[in-house]
């Protein structure tokens, strides 16, 4: 079993910078990657971004790219640094394990986080 816990949401203004953190815990593997995702009130939870634990290799949604940076340390936590944020990134943010790089289909990722909201003012 994984455990993830997110931290790190909040309330800010449209512009502003916030981050959240994943710490992982349990039966990792150094070969798994690690996802972001959110979901807005009424839509589908949507990819945001992946890093791999092994290589540090990312990826990207293309309405993120150029915003949002994925990072992770030794201490098995995982970081989305979100800048230059709109009133459309408000949503529950998920972190979010999977043993398959590149993936971006929810339904590919094992085990997930209770998610934290983060609410971008107008």
């Known amino acids: 079993q994984v455990q993830l816990v997110e931290s790190g949401g909040g309330l800010v203004q449209a512009g502003g910078s916030m981050r959240l953190s994943c710490a992982a815990s349990?039966?990792?593997?150094?070969?798994?990657?690690m996802g972001w995702f959110r979901q807005a009130p009424g839509k589908e939870r949507e990819f945001v971004a992946a890093?791999?634990?092994?290589?540090?290799?990312t990826y990207y949604a293309d309405s993120v790219k150029g915003r949002f940076t994925i990072s992770r340390d030794n201490a098995k936590t995982v970081y989305l640094q979100m800048n230059s944020l709109k009133p459309e990134d408000t949503a529950a943010y998920y972190c979010?394990?999977?043993?398959?790089?590149?993936?971006?289909?929810?339904?590919?990722?094992?085990?997930w986080g209770q998610g934290t909201q983060v609410t971008v003012s107008s």
């Open positions: 979010a394990s999977t043993k398959y790089n590149y993936a971006r289909r929810e339904n590919l990722y094992d085990y």
């Open positions: 349990g039966r990792t593997f150094s070969s798994d990657v």
């Open positions: 890093i791999s634990w092994s290589s540090g290799s």
